[in-house]
T-cell receptor
């Protein structure tokens, strides 16, 4: 596609509910990232997929968070039993891969509000 | 592991004045360096990047940055800012492994 696409753009959910956030990377990009951006916290790394390698999950804040990437393309970030502190903008980015090709292209983000 | 420190969380400046946003990094291996800009209520956009070669790199909107290996810095500069440059700026580093690590961001506010 023309760019990284994220859906939904906004999501309001009740505390305790599960949510799924979707990311469609740029076609041909082997690397995919999820970041979280909340007030005063900057860009917090969540998870990194690179081709067929095992994902780097070191940034996931708790076991309520998980992500998968099917067929090396679309990725879904799932947050179970949402809490108010999960409210943030979730950003997805993709890149061509390693080294010289690590310029990341970002989607517009999903703004999650937990009430 | 890599880390990025942006030394100023907020930088206020008057229109047409010069500005420098500071970024230092730490890494045990060779790195690639990036500056991204985020305008209000928008996603992140690449401003410029250093991969290799000349240590002075030029980006969009009149910004430039200089890679200083001995000081492990990659400061962003613009000789004359505009109101439209008001945004948050993020410095980032990656390695051949590919994972991008970002600094905490610097909010640049340009006053008339």
């Amino acid at each position: 596609g023309a760019g990284v696409s994220q859906s939904p753009s906004n999501k309001v959910t009740e505390k305790g509910k599960d949510v799924e956030l979707r990311c469609d990377p740029i076609s041909g990009h082997t690397a995919l990232y999820w970041y979280r951006q909340s007030l005063g916290q900057g860009l917090e790394f969540l998870i990194y997929f690179q081709g067929n390698s095992a994902p780097d999950k070191s940034g996931l804040p708790s076991d309520r968070f998980s992500a998968e990437r099917t067929g090396g393309s679309v990725s879904t970030l799932t947050i179970q039993r949402t809490q108010q502190e999960d409210s943030a903008v979730y950003l997805c980015a993709s890149s061509l891969g390693r080294g010289w090709n690590t310029e990341a292209f970002f989607g517009q983000g999903t703004r999650l509000t937990v009430v | 592991a890599q880390s990025v420190t942006q030394l100023d969380s907020q930088v206020p400046v008057f229109e047409e004045a010069p500005v420098e946003l500071r970024c230092n990094y730490s890494s045990s291996v060779s790195v690639y360096l990036f500056w991204y800009v985020q305008y209000p209520n928008q996603g992140l956009q690449l401003l410029l990047k250093y991969l290799s070669g000349s240590t002075l790199v030029k980006g969009i909107n009149g910004f430039e940055a200089e890679f200083n290996k001995s000081q492990t810095s990659f400061h962003l500069r613009k000789p004359s800012v505009h109101i439209s440059d008001t945004a948050e700026y993020f410095c980032a580093v990656s390695t051949s492994y590919g994972k991008l690590t970002f600094g905490q961001g610097t909010i640049l506010t340009v006053h008339p």
